[in-house]
């Protein structure tokens, strides 16, 4: 009887060990499974809004005023120039007091920096031709 009883409970515990490696190995996959998809949702979002589309009235929001992020675009394509210095506040200083939300394609020819400036920034999306 006691060898039975010995036997049985050696195998409840091997089954419980078996049982809790696969939900082990279920929660490894349902957590895999839960980063791929907030991987995929964070790269979705980022090329959403670098596909995106800006009329001139849309651009227009995106001044820096008021805790608004600051754009700018310039031959076709919107920057974002909110984490750049020298457009503190949405108005670019240097320039003479360029503002944030317009098109500066003609501005930014006569820089004394040109575009280079621009190939640091990030991408928010396109201007739409009118």
């Not at 008021?66 to 310039?74: H, L, M, S």
């Amino acid at each position: 009887m006691k060898k039975l009883a010995l036997i049985l409970g050696s195998s409840a515990m091997l089954l419980a060990a078996c049982g809790g490696e696969d939900a082990t190995d279920e929660g490894d996959a349902t957590n895999q499974e839960e980063t791929t998809n907030q991987e995929e949702a964070t790269n979705q979002e980022e090329a959403t809004d670098q596909d995106r589309t800006f009329t001139m009235e849309e651009l227009s929001e995106y001044d820096g005023q008021d805790g608004n992020d600051a754009y700018v675009a310039v031959d076709g394509v919107v920057y974002d120039v909110t984490d750049v210095g020298a457009w503190a506040d949405g108005e670019h200083a240097p320039a003479g007091g360029l503002a944030a939300g317009h098109d500066h394609t003609e501005e930014i020819q006569s820089s004394p920096h040109g575009t280079s400036v621009l190939e640091d920034l990030p991408t928010v999306g396109t201007l739409e031709e009118e």
